[in-house]
């Protein structure tokens, strides 16, 4: 008797969720940047409630203080969401490289975290993982 099996993949690969934002969104985030330049702005990413690897949303927390350090995130406003998956903000300079206060908030709080930089276009952010590590974001 023969037993085919299909080859298993990497096993050793970490599992890595997908991450997607809409144009939509992005696009949103981006003016949001541009608009309250040279402050920074901050905000939190919720994904749609089917397409759960998807962002589709903006949240910006009641008393989100944008300063020209950083961004503040009152952590106690947070809502009880599940679809809240993690935070966006912008840097006022050409930098979207996460600071040590950065890598503090996205220890604290989700999954996946967006920084824009100037000029605020497709080219001038980029996604990180908790641990600060860059992740690849699609468009969709
Ligand atoms: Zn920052």
């Not at 589709?56 to 950083?70: A, F, K, Q, R, Y």
């Not at 206060?101 to 604290?108: E, G, P, S, T, Y």
């Amino acid at each position: 008797m023969i037993f085919l099996r299909r080859k298993r993949k990497n096993k050793t690969a970490r599992i890595q969720i997908n991450w997607k934002i809409t144009l939509d969104c992005l696009n949103l985030i981006l003016e949001c940047a541009k608009s309250n330049y040279p402050n920074e702005f901050g905000g939190l990413l919720r994904v749609d409630s089917n397409k759960k690897n998807t962002i589709t949303e903006i949240v910006i927390l009641p008393g989100t203080i944008s300063g020209d350090s950083h961004a503040i995130f009152k952590l106690h406003m947070l809502p009880i969401d599940f679809t809240i998956v993690g935070s966006v903000h912008s840097h006022p300079s050409p930098s979207n490289h996460p600071s040590n206060a950065d890598l503090q908030l996205f220890r604290k709080i989700g999954k996946v975290h967006i920084i824009a930089a100037i000029p605020y276009n497709k080219y001038s952010w980029k996604a990180y993982d908790y641990n600060g590590r860059e992740i690849e974001m699609k468009i969709v």
